[in-house]
């Protein structure tokens, strides 16, 4: 008999959230990477996609194999291919030992690889496109471990300047006068693994549009285990949906143990299917397919009715 060829697999998942792409691929304890190309930033690198290269940063949550796997390879590759060199956002906790892991390729390729290195502080921002920072907070897992939050700062007039003709308003500034203040906008967030926390309530958290958290455990049975290994239960889930204001929930990191029928299935009988909707999973490749389809089906459909116009 004939041997039979390897299994295909490593698809990305891809879900199209406007007006951004989550692209990527996520296994508990296999690899999670997660791509927010407009954003220009993955969140970790379990392993390295070729489409991860295109993103200049990469924000890492904790320092587990599965969350840093493709790092090395990420700033080595982007380096050969020309990109120039990649950005490592991570807790200060985890600069050191990911500073050692890169001069630990130094020996072995017998070369230096050039990157960059920001090490946050929990609260800590990092400009990573024009009035659009990375914010580091702290979550509670095995190892040390940081979410993230991307914000959008507008620079606003003070409510009490908004009638004010222009030419007053020059004068107040030339005069120093502090006219505008600053608003911020939550457009993602991202939990890599954690226990249940306060900072899942968090204002950048529940406010932000698109909301990316690991959801490990689905069945009703492996509460304890989620307990012990510092990770999210899809029951968890179902008491925080409630609070979020996101247009989509991604969820990631889904244990090997179940489906994501059988995902779908629990998350669908513990909140009902009005609030699943805005629930998706990153790997659910049928369904994500699907939704895309219907997404592109309905924009021909918008682009014909207005030359109809
Ligand atoms: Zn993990
Ligand atoms: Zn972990």
New binding site residues.
């Given amino acids: 008999m004939l041997p039979k060829p390897p299994p295909k697999e490593g698809a990305l998942g891809f879900l199209y959230v406007p007006p951004y792409r989550v692209q990527g691929f996520s296994v508990?304890?296999e690899a999670?990477v997660v791509q927010a190309p407009e954003l220009d930033i993955c969140f970790d690198m379990g392993y390295c996609p070729r489409a991860a290269l295109a993103s200049k940063f990469v924000a890492i949550s904790h320092g587990?194999m599965?969350?840093v796997g493709g790092l090395a390879y990420y700033c080595s590759q982007r380096v050969f291919q020309g990109m120039g060199p990649g950005t490592i956002i991570c807790d200060a906790r985890l600069a050191p030992a990911i500073k050692r892991m890169m001069d630990g390729y130094i020996d072995l390729e017998q070369q230096v690889t050039p990157y960059e290195i920001v090490p946050l502080e929990p609260e800590q921002e990092y400009e990573i496109k024009n009035n659009v920072v990375v914010r580091g907070f702290e979550l509670e897992h095995g190892a040390p471990a940081f979410g993230y939050s991307v914000i959008e700062k507008r620079s606003k007039l003070k409510p009490e300047y908004v009638d004010y003709p222009q030419e007053k308003l020059r004068e107040l500034k030339e005069r120093g006068v502090e006219i505008t203040r600053i608003l911020e906008i939550p457009l993602m967030a991202y939990l890599?693994?954690t226990a249940p926390c306060p900072q899942l309530v968090r204002e950048d958290v529940r406010k932000a549009q698109v909301v990316i958290s690991e959801c490990t455990f689905i069945d009703p049975d492996h509460r304890k285990r989620a307990k012990i290994g510092k990770h999210l239960h899809v029951e968890d889930i179902a008491e925080w949906l409630p609070v979020l204001e996101c247009s989509a929930l991604v969820l990631i990191?889904l244990s090997r143990r179940n489906t994501i029928a059988q995902a779908k299935r629990e998350l669908l009988s513990l909140v009902g299917k009005e609030k699943a909707e805005r629930v998706l999973f990153l790997m659910d490749q049928r369904g994500s397919r699907l939704r895309y389809e219907e997404q592109v089906a309905a924009a021909e459909k918008l682009a014909t009715d207005a030359q109809r116009d």
Avoid: V
Wanted: glycine letters at 22%; aromatic letters at 0%.
């Fill in positions: 508990a304890g999670t587990h599965d969350h890599g693994d990191h």
